[in-house]
């Protein structure tokens, strides 16, 4: 059997997980009568402090759902230039919203609140783009799973307010934020207007995410989601996995982000230039290649050859996410491979 390290999206539903799926209440969620959708969304808002939520089918179109709320067509939203939003979401801002981004560069994705605060631009007038809202991506995936200091989010909520900005986190991993830094959900909750969390990446659900937000903007959304053409009906049978999953696997994720450790460690024992495992601190390993003469794709095929699958993210950027069905043994089978692979 492969190791399977390409994203943490790989799981599959343990049997624990299926059953709570075949025994879930559901009902046609489009007229708002599934119960477990309905007490899922309300279980999340509570988690985060916000007023509620709204579940969809991905995290992209929760984020979707929330740049659609917080941004007007014509105006601008501002993100870290490797988020996913801007990298990953195939333009869907600009397709759906009609919106334009903005970016900033940040070592690792890490959140310093000058460097957007530096570029935002509201009220811009007749000639000129207005910002409308900032973007946080936390953890930030392409950044090598990086958590968002706190300190920096406080200092952008406040430098958001003094500019009449709105706060976007897209918090597809926040359960690993919250793990590594100690944070609780409703302290990172509060900084922000709207928030997407995703219950199919680290958590183990087949599929899943949220926006929360007040109830205002959450029933708009619901609207929006209807039109985007993903009003779903008895889709409590994903809530319940979503319920399991908040339940039973929130705080294994430390076991997660110690064998990223012990790759990283592994790794850079071969070649440190490949990675720094001080900056591994969530369930993502992102290797820098630009030492070595082979690309990230050469390097992933090897992988693939020997049994390990990594993905290939730039030409010279190979990525490893452990997750929920990468054990101990894997991961002392994954450091052999990768030893032999990554010789030059
Ligand atoms: C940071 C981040 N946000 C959003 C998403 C989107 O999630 P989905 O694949 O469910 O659309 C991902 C997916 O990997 C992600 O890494």
New binding site residues.
Partial sequence: MAIDLR???VTKPSLAMREAIAHAPVGDDVYGDDPTVNSLEERVAALFGKEAGVFT???????QLAIRMLVAPGEELIAETN???VR??LGAAAVFSGITTRTWPAPFGLLKAADPLEIARPDSGPYLVSTTAIAV?N????GGGTVQPITEIAALRKGADALGLALHL????IWNAHIASGVSFSEYGKYFDTI?V?L??GLGAP?G?IMLSTKERVSKARIWRKRYGAGMRQVGILAAAAHYALDNNIERLADDHRRAKDLAIAIAAIDSSLIDPSTVVTNIVGLDLASMPFTAAELSQRCRDAGLWISALGPKYARLVTHMDFDDAQCAQAIEILKKALVA
């Fill in positions: 994203s943490d999206t089918p991905t995290g992209s179109l929760a984020n988020s996913h939003i990953a979401e991506e953890t930030h995936n392409f897209d918090g597809a991993r997407s995703c199919s990446k599929v995410s």
